[in-house]
């Protein structure tokens, strides 16, 4: 009999175990509630957890989520968490060939020394003093953003005064960000690295009237109030096996290999279907809390789902014998590879990539960026591969979006990795493929994952890695005070379609869990 078959009602029953419905378990459970957690798959962490996917090889990796920016450390010092994040020393590095010769844009390594990078590849200093003005705008909106995200939703009027910066919020909230990039910088690379943080996992044009190039761009710029992404201490699944004990200690049941199929309710009280490998039952609480995408909640209680999302990433795991020497030999691997390096990533090449994408077609030329886990955090490898200097490579890939996958997954997935690798190659001394390890079997050490992957492996709608288009960080229409509200009085979104929703943040867990709360509390 499953451990949580004892107790008739619980005060909240959370339908999935991913990271934000542990925060929400958490935090609902050392308030003295009584929680219970429906995990559809034999483990928790959703998409931040960290496998070892290479058979006979000690590497755990981040599978599917691999940065830390958007995580709280209020969250964090709450929940007790014995997790930790370390920076990384270099920003980005961008190559490129210029007048024939190799060379590339180093972010990081101090101010002078990043001054120094721009000069060389721009000829001046115009471009870097933009970058520090336009980076230094971001900055004063981060501080100012980030620690609403934890409050009760403001207004678009209150969280515009918050920010009072008229031309922070026109460039952020108002116009295109291509139109900002565009007016503030000159040269083409540098151009391209600032719209990258508007396209993760979003397909949009620099100049879409809608905005969701906007909206990713804001997300990425307002984490921990600096904008910096961290590397998750032990791989992120250290940060959803934290949160499963703290969820346990204070008196959540976990139960993996339970599946949600239906959320019955009257607004007071709610009767969640489940099954498992040994037949079906049902769970009664006061809250529903449903850490899934919009399209699963509306599954669950028979509502008319919202339009589909779409995924456009390609995420790619690698583990290397040793780095790969580069063509610019003035950069040396291990810094380079230790922040984002970006490739094909120029603002016309993720112009034309788009516009062959949105075309039903293949990028050309692939645009993607790289970072090396392992060099910051050798944890994550074994201490044989450590001593042998073994390193980790993880891939994301822009501008490809589900429907380029929809004829074959298979075969698109292949065709894909094989040019997106050759856009590294381009960059590199040495081909890659001379510096990837084998496993067990003998099989070199790569995975590709496509939105077709991560729909079916984790039922992320069309592959979104946020569930839905992000939406912005003030009150939306019929979300409640903390933005996790639905039509049903007792069924709340705690997932990354919640607004605040989106990355690996524990926000949307926190405002749910803080909903109930309220409620329970009078």
Known sequence: MPAHEGLRTYDAVIVGGGHNGLVAAAYLARAGRSVL???????????????????????RLSRYSYLVSLLPKKIVRDLGLDFRVRTRTVSSYTPVERDGRPTGLLVGGGERRT???????????????????????????AQRV????????????????????????????????????????????VRGVVLTDALIGTF???????????RCFLYHVIGGGTGAWDVPVGGMGALTDALAGAARDAGAVLATGHEAVRIDTDGRT????????????????????????????????????????????LKVNMLLTRLPRLRDDSVDPHEAF????????????LATAHTQAAAGELPAAPPSEIYCHSLTDPTILGPDLVEQGYQTLTLFGLHTPARLFDRDNDAVREELLKSTLAQ??????????????????????????????????????GGNIFHRELTWPYA???????????????????????????????????????AVLEELDG
């Open 476 to 514: 939306q229409e019929d979300t409640g005070r903390w933005g996790v509200a639905t039509r049903h009085a007792n069924v709340l979104l705690c997932g990354a379609g919640a607004v605040r929703g989106g990355g690996v943040s524990g926000v949307p867990g926190h405002n749910a869990a803080m």
């Open 270 to 313: 709610a009767e969640i279907s489940y099954r498992t490998a040994d037949g079906e039952g049902v769970a009664t609480a006061r809250h529903v809390l449903v850490n899934a995408s919009p399209q699963e909640l509306a599954a669950l209680t028979g509502d008319e789902p919202p339009a589909a999302a779409e995924g456009a990433q």
């Open 37 to 59: 957690v429906l995990e559809r798959l034999d483990h928790t962490g959703g998409a931040a957890v960290s496998t070892r996917p290479f058979a006979g090889v000690d590497a």
């Open 204 to 214: 949009a044009d620099a100049h879409d009237p809608a905005l969701p190039q906007n």
């Open 338 to 349: 230790a922040g984002t390096f970006h490739i094909a990533e120029g603002y016309e090449q």
């Open 146 to 189: 980030f620690p609403t995200l934890t409050e009760p939703l403001p207004t678009r009027d209150e969280l515009r005064g918050r920010i009072d910066d008229e031309d922070a919020w026109r460039t952020l909230f108002e116009e295109p960000i291509g139109a900002a990039i565009e007016d503030r910088f000159s040269d083409d690379l």
């Open 115 to 141: 001054r120094e990078a721009f000069a060389r590849l721009t000829g001046g200093e115009r471009e870097y003093e933009a970058w520090q003005r336009f980076y230094g705008m971001t900055a004063r909106v």
């Open 424 to 461: 590294l190659d381009t960059h590199l001394a040495e081909p890659l493929a001379d510096c990837l390890a084998t496993d067990a079997d003998g099989r070199p050490c790569i995975e590709a994952k496509t939105p077709l992957d991560l729909e079916r492996d984790l039922r992320l709608p």
